[in-house]
């Protein structure tokens, strides 16, 4: 399993920043946001809907062959839509050359990202996408603690995290590229207010007292979390598809971005086990939830500056046109 799950990590870090780059590469400057937007909510869709079909087969028969059966359809449904990506996603960047300028596109490649990592705004972008992955990490932990403190049963607390989790992210996504683009014409905006929006109500819930007469407001400010997070989830990598480079070093600003935004993945499990082995329950939950409001106030922060940055480039080139 150790092995399997190693194949896993690595494939995921090689593939998913092109699937990224492809979303990008499909998709004109102006319509970036409801693009990545569309994506994610697409996603918590089709996720929600096959947990929802295997669910319903298990529930029907638990046997370890209907589980492994299901585990084979999801990698079967892989095959044809890798021929689908190679028939109708065109090559871009330095793999898109015949030759470069030494022969040898690897060597390339490698400038690129030593290109990539002296951008200033790349690394802004993919810090904004690692604290907005890190507050998705620690959203699980909403559930457990409406149970541990608000005293919610185990039946109400499973209904309400799908419905915080799936079907908000499903709204949440695909609205967030819609405002970005057509209301606040600002993705770096919309995401300061997001993960603005993720501090405030994570701060209301810690502030709210521990009985259970507060579970509904409890609920309340747990949608409004989600739903901050999933708006900000749906548009992280929109700020780097924006920012000016030469455009076949796209695909290499977008695997640093990646890496920025699922780092969290390396890191804050076991932060968050360490977290819950040395304190109570509620406690762990409560340091959790802090160190959470933090990471957004951070991520915030990098989103200001990033968008204060854009603002001046569209300054500069509007005199220049002028």
């Keep these: 399993m150790e092995v399997i799950a190693t194949i896993w990590g690595i494939t995921d870090a090689v593939f998913w920043p092109a699937v990224l780059n492809g979303v990008n590469l499909l998709t004109d400057h102006e319509h970036k ?34 589980f492994k059966g299901g585990m084979l359809v999801y990698d079967i449904l ?7 990506i190679g028939k109708y996603v065109p090559n871009n960047g330095i793999a898109a050359e015949e030759q470069t300028s030494n022969g040898s596109k690897g060597k390339d490649a490698f400038k690129g990202l030593l290109h990539v990592f002296k951008i200033p705004k790349v690394w802004a972008a993919a810090i904004i996408a690692m604290t907005i992955y890190w507050s998705y990490v620690n959203a699980i932990y909403t559930i457990p603690y409406l149970q541990a403190v608000f005293k919610m049963n185990q039946a109400s607390a499973s209904l309400f995290g799908t419905i915080s989790t799936s079907g908000m992210g499903i709204v949440a996504a695909l609205l967030s590229g819609i405002l970005a683009d057509n209301v606040f014409h600002s993705t770096s905006k919309l995401i300061l207010i997001a993960l603005l929006v993720v501090a405030a ?35 992280m990598m929109v700020p780097v598809s ?37 304190f109570v ?38 005199a220049a046109a002028a």
Excluded: H
Aim: some cysteine; aromatic content about 10%; hydrophobic content about 55%.
């Design 33 to 66: 946001s409801v693009a990545f937007g569309l994506m994610e909510s697409i996603r918590r869709l089709i996720e929600m809907s096959m947990n929802m079909i295997m669910v319903g087969v298990m529930a029907l028969s638990s046997s370890i062959i209907v």
């Design 281 to 318: 329950s509620i406690k762990a939950y409560r340091v959790i939830f802090t160190i959470e409001i933090i990471a957004s106030l951070f991520g915030a922060l990098m989103a200001f500056l990033l968008m204060i940055s854009e603002r001046k480039t569209v300054k500069k080139t509007k």
């Design 201 to 235: 109500s994570i701060g209301g819930l810690l502030l709210l007292p521990q009985t259970p007469a507060m579970a509904w407001l409890a609920m309340i400010l747990i949608l409004v979390f989600t739903y901050g997070m999933f708006t900000a989830k749906g548009i």
């Design 78 to 84: 892989l095959l044809p839509l890798s021929i689908l």
């Design 242 to 278: 924006k920012i000016e480079m030469p455009e076949k070093y796209r695909g290499s600003a977008m695997s640093v971005c990646s890496f920025g935004s699922y780092s969290p993945k390396l890191f804050a499990y076991a932060l968050n086990g360490a977290i819950l082995d040395a």
